[in-house]
């Protein structure tokens, strides 16, 4: 009996039914997905009660990005170790929050997947309440690849199996994809489960909205300056809320398109490969968009050679990507 409108359908069933379109899926998905769903309740109620308890604000610490690590972004990364950490088919972790990966169980001792996250997406909007999340990729880790866990993960027999998100804002949002299209669930608070409100959710082909933080165009390449002088002649207006999963969620629902540039201080941009533009991109692919990666084509096709490294990003409905492209090539 497939979904209908007046089925109440939760994550975990969701997931049970999404299992049957994976031959020799062995509960695999369901087990990683249901330690994602309660990491994601437990760090969206620590965001809700930031102030409250008093853990907004920054640590004297910096991550490996360089970047001031905010309270928050270290307690999500412990939150999602913890919640991750006792599911037995995972081999490693990634985080934003960390140089190296989590290493849980080699691939014989059963270790067939990794979890790579950035725990708090955002996290500088934290203390003026605007939209932060969670972004995750699961990776199939190629079978019988040996070596150290960084190079199991980026060989490019590990193949990305699901990515998804989840928003803190107006209302707790788990979009997911598991390679058959893209869905959308709302945490009910009442009853503490993620509930099914939209399947097979598709992104606007075109809309004339670009998301892009224009304070830096002076230093983005010349074809990026000529689309946005073509937007702006062509009466486009501009949204940016500077969370990539606010941005890219009003992106997916209305339509429009996501730029981070290189800038003359960051040739590769500043969003990182793993775990936010690979798992980002395969979303917008399934929803009907495009990702490329600047000038470099598509960003899934595009392998990466360390764990952080970070990708120039231009995602969304594809007749708006097509539009960046012309002036990029
Ligand atoms: P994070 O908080 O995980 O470090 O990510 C912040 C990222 C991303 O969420 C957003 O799109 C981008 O930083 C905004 O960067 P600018 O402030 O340079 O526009
Ligand atoms: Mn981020
Ligand atoms: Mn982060």
Redesign the pocket.
Known sequence: MPWTDDNLMSLQSHVLVEERHHPGATGDFTWILSAISLATKTIGNKVRRARIEDVIGELSEH?V?G?QQ?KL?VISNEIIKSCLGSRANIGALVS?EEETPTVLRSHDDGGRYAVLF????????LDVSVG??T?FSVVRLGDGVKGTPENMILTPESKQVAAGYVLYGSSTVFVLTTGQGVDMFVLDHSIGAFVLVKRDLMIPTSQKIYS??E??VDRFPAGYRSYLEWAHEDGYSSR?????????HRTLLKGGV?I?PPTDDRPEG???YLY?AMPMSMIIEQAGGRSIAGNQGRLLDIKPTSLHERIPVVMGSTDEVDHVERFLS
């Open positions: 991550n990005q970047e905010q972004d934003e950035d725990p708090l997406d955002g996290s500088s909007n932060v999340g972004i892009i933080n304070a830096y940016y809320i500077g969370s990539m999963v606010a941005d890219i996501f981070y500043k969003l990182r936010e």
